[in-house]
């Protein structure tokens, strides 16, 4: 079964400082995983996604299969930040079913 | 621009009634699914479909349904409304990708409340 874990529910970072929220998997075929976010009063909306290798809004996120990680990084965080994040892992099958971490809040402080 | 529509924001019932959530998207896609958002949970998707009239349960299907007529309209229903569903109800979309890695595309979502 695939499982999503990140373990952390809360972070809090200084404004300027590194950021890197925790994902953890477990799956027994080749991931396809991704970072979401969800901005106060926003709907919930696509960061990035491993297979693109890109870096959005200051982000990256490497997939290390070594340590069944996909953690989230940012080298200077910003107050803009602050959001609900959360890791999730698409299914095998062509339905691109997601299973979701529970998500990590992250608050940047001033 | 991808557009997700739920039907409401905020919706309040009493424990016994059934309830619709509407979900309706303007981009062609295949898929849609239910998920509820629940603090300290995730998100935990209920039922998903991939064409019209075909639909699959998720992770916690128990006292839900869900309806797709048309290729663009998804409805979940609360066949007797209980307590224990008071949630957040989010809707998303997404292509029926060669592989995987389409990225789903999220409506505002509805709070529902049952008294």
């Known amino acids: 079964a695939q499982r999503v874990t990140q373990p952390e529910k809360l972070l809090s970072v200084f404004k300027g400082a590194p950021v890197e929220l925790k994902c953890n998997y477990s799956y027994s075929g080749s991931p396809e995983l991704f970072w979401y976010v969800q901005y106060s009063r926003q709907r919930l909306q696509l960061l990035l996604r491993?297979?693109s290798r890109e870096s959005i809004k200051g982000f990256t996120a490497d997939l290390n299969k070594g340590e069944t990680s996909f953690h989230l990084k940012k080298p200077f965080a910003q107050e803009e930040d602050s959001a609900m994040y959360y890791c999730a892992l698409s299914s095998i099958s062509r339905n691109e079913k997601l299973t979701f971490g529970t998500g990590t809040r992250l608050t940047i402080i001033p | 621009d991808v557009k997700v529509t739920q039907s409401s924001r905020y919706l309040v019932k009493r424990t016994g009634e059934k309830v619709f959530l509407e979900c309706v998207q303007d981009?062609?896609?295949?898929?849609m699914f239910w998920y509820r958002q629940d603090p300290g949970l995730g998100l935990r998707l209920i039922y998903f479909s991939y064409d019209v009239k075909m639909k699959e349960k998720g992770d916690i299907p128990e006292g839900y349904s869900v309806s797709r007529e048309k290729k663009e309209r998804f409805s979940l229903i609360l066949e007797s409304a209980s307590t224990n569903q008071t949630s957040m109800y989010l809707c998303?979309?997404?292509?029926?990708?060669?592989?995987?890695?389409?990225?789903?595309?999220f409506g505002d979502g509805t709070r529902l409340s049952i008294l």
């Open positions: 491993h297979i």
């Open positions: 981009m062609d896609h295949e898929n």
């Open positions: 998303a979309s997404s292509f029926l990708g060669q592989g995987r890695g389409q990225p789903q595309h």
